[in-house]
């Protein structure tokens, strides 16, 4: 067992002023048979919280309004959290996990990863891990990390194609190998020491269990993993959305620091 302290930190800089701005947060550390959260207190400015509850995929979501006309927009998370090197139990039934096999549009494989599944010997392997845990090293082989390379609409074809991306696109691209594979495989957002801001992995489902992989980092998670939210690809785990009236020009600021608790 591992205990972190977590500080989360979101800002968005307007280049004018906006109102009726409504938002929704995901950027909350989630209660999961391997992670127990002790403490989390937030503080948003400006806004008032109207409610809160959790999504359709089980995250917690904080939903909230600033009507008032302003220019900056911030979130503060501070968190201790307490991990453990286990497995997560699935309790869903068979029927809800479907929609984790299935490809969706930033997910779906096109021509190029067509090309590198059918490239590799499809045999047999003895369980959905380890063919999980081969893609994960063979995107490793084939792909490259490259900071601020990609966006939020990036598809796992298109980052694939390039030959370069962000954890996102590593997850993206992973998601596509191990649903073509047949196997049930989700995305999931977190964090990571030393990473500075949000991590993405992958996590797949076998005998009611789940596992993670880092494609990123070619590893297999641990305690040092802090989840956050997961869902279909990263358009269900959002950290931070919202509308508003006025100038859409702004800047994003993130700032993420966990620290190891010696006790």
Not at 50 to 66: E, H, P, W, Y
Not at 241 to 250: I, L, N, Q, Y
Request: one cysteine or more.
């Amino acid at each position: 067992m591992k205990t972190w302290k977590l500080r989360y930190e979101l800002q968005y800089d307007f280049h004018a002023p906006v109102t009726s701005h409504v938002y929704s947060l995901r950027c909350f550390p989630a209660e999961t048979d391997t992670q127990i959260v002790h403490t989390c207190n937030y503080e948003i400015f400006p806004g008032s919280v109207q409610s809160t509850g959790v999504d359709s995929f089980g995250n917690r979501l904080l939903m909230g309004r600033a009507e008032a006309p302003h220019r900056e927009f911030k979130v503060c998370v501070k968190a201790e959290i307490s991990t453990w090197n286990y497995l997560e139990k699935e309790e869903k039934p068979d029927y809800q996990l479907g929609m984790y096999r299935v490809p969706t549009g930033l997910t779906a494989p096109g021509r190029k990863i067509e090309e590198f599944y059918r490239s590799y010997p499809q045999d047999r392997k003895p369980n959905p891990w380890q063919t999980a845990e081969e893609w994960m090293y063979r995107i490793g082989s084939a792909f490259s990390y490259l900071k601020n390379s990609t966006g939020i609409t990036t598809t796992a074809e298109s980052a694939f194609e390039q030959g370069y991306g962000v954890c996102q696109d590593y997850a993206h691209i992973m998601l596509a190998l191990c649903r073509r594979s047949g196997l049930t495989a989700r995305y999931q957002i977190g964090a990571i020491p030393g990473e500075g801001e949000s991590h993405a992995w992958v996590e797949v489902l076998w005998n009611g269990f789940w596992k993670g992989f880092d494609p990123t980092n070619q590893k297999l998670t641990d305690e040092s993993y802090i989840r956050f939210a997961c869902g279909r690809d990263a358009g269900d785990c959002s950290l931070s959305r919202g509308v508003f009236r006025g100038d859409p020009c702004h800047s994003q600021h993130i700032l993420l620091i966990m620290e190891e608790q010696v006790l």
